[in-house]
């Protein structure tokens, strides 16, 4: 029995108990130019996975969730969302993702049988989180977009292969950004 203290701790939701494991860090490697053995890529999540910021006309009875002082809500659809993360974030090595203006980076989930695309957020740095790692990669955010902002088109964003990403990332290089209106 691990008595490790989990990363998000548990939410009292409805009555339910709401764990968070399928959220905890983890690792994965990734061969690039720079590394050809591999990289290791340390993941890092944020709760604002499964949270909503707060707003009392959508929220009148929210399970709080706090990030650094800031009150958020608990979001079922975020939270069910959250489960598929682990898996389209190890899918990483083969994809392509978008820089967005704000220099951090989105994967776009093509829409599934429920016709919406699945944003997620992300940023990546040299070295890693609580161990040794070539990049660390916080996801920042995950969710359908609701129309609540404008969100920019994949042609406004610049297009890059992730591995080029952490290639990058780890030689310590800056990508350039593309931004078109």
């Given at each position: 029995?691990?008595?490790?203290?989990?990363?998000?701790?548990?939410?009292?939701?409805?009555?339910?108990?709401?764990?968070?494991?399928?959220?905890?860090?983890?690792?994965?490697?990734?061969?690039?130019?720079?590394?050809?053995?591999?990289?290791?890529?340390?993941?890092?999540?944020?709760?604002?996975?499964?949270?909503?910021?707060?707003?009392?006309?959508?929220?009148?009875?929210?399970?709080?969730?706090?990030?650094?002082?800031?009150?958020?809500?608990?979001?079922?659809?975020?939270?069910?969302?959250?489960?598929?993360?682990?898996?389209?974030?190890?899918?990483?090595?083969?994809?392509?993702?978008?820089?967005?203006?704000?220099?951090?980076?989105?994967?776009?989930?093509?829409?599934?049988?429920?016709?919406?695309?699945?944003?997620?957020?992300?940023?990546?740095?040299?070295?890693?989180?609580?161990?040794?790692?070539?990049v660390s990669l916080f996801v920042e955010s995950a969710y359908y977009p609701d129309g609540r902002k404008p969100l920019l088109k994949p042609s406004?964003?610049?297009?890059?292969?992730?591995?080029?990403?952490?290639?990058?990332?780890?030689?310590?290089?800056?990508?350039?950004?593309?931004?078109?209106?």
């Amino acid at each position: 029995m691990s008595t490790a203290k989990p990363f998000f701790a548990p939410l009292l939701v409805a009555g339910q108990t709401i764990d968070f494991a399928h959220l905890e860090p983890f690792q994965f490697t990734i061969a690039t130019m720079a590394r050809p053995k591999g990289a290791v890529v340390d993941v890092r999540f944020s709760n604002h996975c499964f949270s909503d910021a707060y707003d009392p006309a959508r929220h009148p009875n929210p399970v709080d969730v706090w990030d650094r002082g800031q009150r958020r809500a608990f979001d079922q659809s975020r939270y069910d969302l959250s489960r598929g993360l682990k898996p389209i974030i190890e899918a990483l090595p083969a994809a392509s993702v978008f820089q967005t203006p704000e220099a951090n980076f989105v994967r776009i989930v093509p829409p599934g049988d429920d016709a919406q695309e699945y944003r997620i957020y992300f940023n990546v740095k040299r070295g890693g989180g609580a161990v040794d790692a070539d990049v660390s990669l916080f996801v920042e955010s995950a969710y359908y977009p609701d129309g609540r902002k404008p969100l920019l088109k994949p042609s406004q964003m610049t297009k890059v292969k992730f591995a080029l990403l952490v290639d990058k990332t780890v030689r310590g290089e800056k990508l350039r950004f593309q931004y078109r209106r």
